[in-house]
């Protein structure tokens, strides 16, 4: 068995809801390390006493349980096997293969006493049928691939490569774990980056929408890379797509806008892409219309068009934005009058306002990113974020950072 990989923010949330009622769903792109994360669970578990016959932990991608197709099926295998001493913790891994299995779950939590906790591949797993059954009664922690914090502590570097260097790697290879295997050899980790993305694009998406096609999934994918960080609407992207003939028109244009929405919230479920609404700082509402769509992983936006070095500004703001998502925020595209702010990130009792930009050195770049946050009328922490360490770390109380240090903070 390969070398298991610590992720001790994660393992310590699962930790943290160990033995409360409610059933732990790790969710998260596919290959992004969530059955290591159950792996390193189970090993937790048994180093703190608990026996083996009182873990169940079942990978249901494998062919060994091929058998187990229905809940009624799984529900009975596990009955069997669950001790009859102390609590039985309960791990699957993948569990969206078995129809109807949030049925099994909620079965389990009544008739036996049992932890469970559980992960897959797609939103689906969360679909309403299952909210609606266990509404309330779970809790969802949502994994990503490696923060370049992580990052840092996954490869093994030369003492001579600087932090600049790493992050430029970083931003090249993405973060998905398996690729350490390659030590950044580019082919090699674009072919398992390819593997990674068509599984995806298969079981995850075109298997659970029948009628979907695959070269129009692949125009939109196409065009959310190229256009990271750009505000779009659905309507928009289908008229370019329309106008370079990509979509047949039915009747009006707004039968493409609907395509492209359907299409995007297909890349949302697999855990490709996050969408982004905007924020009315000053009127205080979420506006209803254009919005953004950030990246799970820099590494798959490479992949499909090539790393070009001249966006490198839309690819800081995506991995802020992960950094943000990571940090337990909830993030806005914020509108300050006729201006943008890139992000408003909330929690239940902070708020930040991040500006993210590649250099400040022109006093023309620096009144850009400054004016939105100048027109902000709270007191709640504005921040500058960009690629030069600076000697000025404040702008009339507006905070400077280098976006590495931040990062890493």
């Known amino acids: 068995m390969a070398e298991l990989i610590n992720r001790p923010e994660y393992l310590h949330q699962l930790i943290q809801n160990k033995d409360v009622d409610l059933v732990k769903i790790v969710t998260g792109i596919r290959r992004c390390g969530k059955s290591s994360l159950l792996d390193l669970f189970h090993q937790y578990l048994s180093e703190n006493g608990v026996a083996d016959t009182n873990i169940i932990h079942m990978n249901l991608e494998s062919l060994r349980y091929r058998n187990l197709s229905n809940y009624l099926v799984f529900y009975d295998y596990v009955s069997e096997r669950i001790s009859s ?83 430029q790697r970083y931003l090249q290879f993405g973060g998905m774990p398996i690729l350490r295997e390659y030590h950044f050899n580019e082919a090699r980790s674009n072919q398992a980056l390819e593997g990674i993305y068509s599984t995806v694009v298969l079981r995850d998406i075109l298997q659970r929408n029948s009628g979907a096609d695959q070269g129009m999934l692949q125009k939109i994918m196409l065009f959310l890379c190229s256009n990271i960080g750009s505000i779009t609407s659905p309507n928009n992207i289908g008229n370019v797509l329309s106008n370079e003939g990509e979509i047949q028109h039915g009747i009006g244009k707004n039968v493409a806008g609907k395509t492209v929405d359907k299409y995007i919230s297909m890349l949302r479920s697999a855990f490709i892409f996050y969408s982004v609404g905007r924020y009315d700082v000053k009127g205080r509402q979420l506006l209803k219309t254009l919005g953004k769509n950030y990246i799970i992983d820099m590494g798959f936006r490479n992949l499909l068009l090539g790393y070009r070095d001249g966006e490198r500004g839309h690819i800081l703001e995506n991995i802020v934005f992960l950094e943000l998502i990571r940090r337990d925020y909830h993030v806005y595209i914020g509108k300050v009058g006729e201006t943008e702010v890139d ?7 902070d708020k930040l306002y991040i500006q993210v930009t590649e250099n400040m050195q022109s006093p023309e770049t620096r009144e850009r990113e400054l004016r939105p946050l100048r027109m902000i009328p709270d007191n709640y922490e504005k921040i500058v974020l960009s690629m030069e360490r600076n000697f000025i770390n404040s702008y009339d109380g507006i905070k400077s950072l280098y976006l590495i240090d931040w990062l890493l903070s």
């Open 85 to 167: 001493a102390g609590k039985t913790y309960l791990i699957f891994d993948e569990l969206q293969v078995i129809e109807h299995w949030e049925k099994a779950i909620e079965s389990f939590r009544l008739d036996f006493d049992v932890d469970i906790y559980i992960t897959g591949s797609n939103a689906y797993l969360l679909s309403t049928e299952f909210s609606t059954l266990l509404s309330g009664r779970y809790v969802e922690i949502r994994m990503l691939p490696l923060s370049f914090k992580e990052f840092l502590t996954f490869y093994e570097f030369d003492s001579s490569v600087t932090v600049e260097e790493k992050f």
């Open 343 to 349: 992000f408003v990130a909330e929690k239940p009792n």
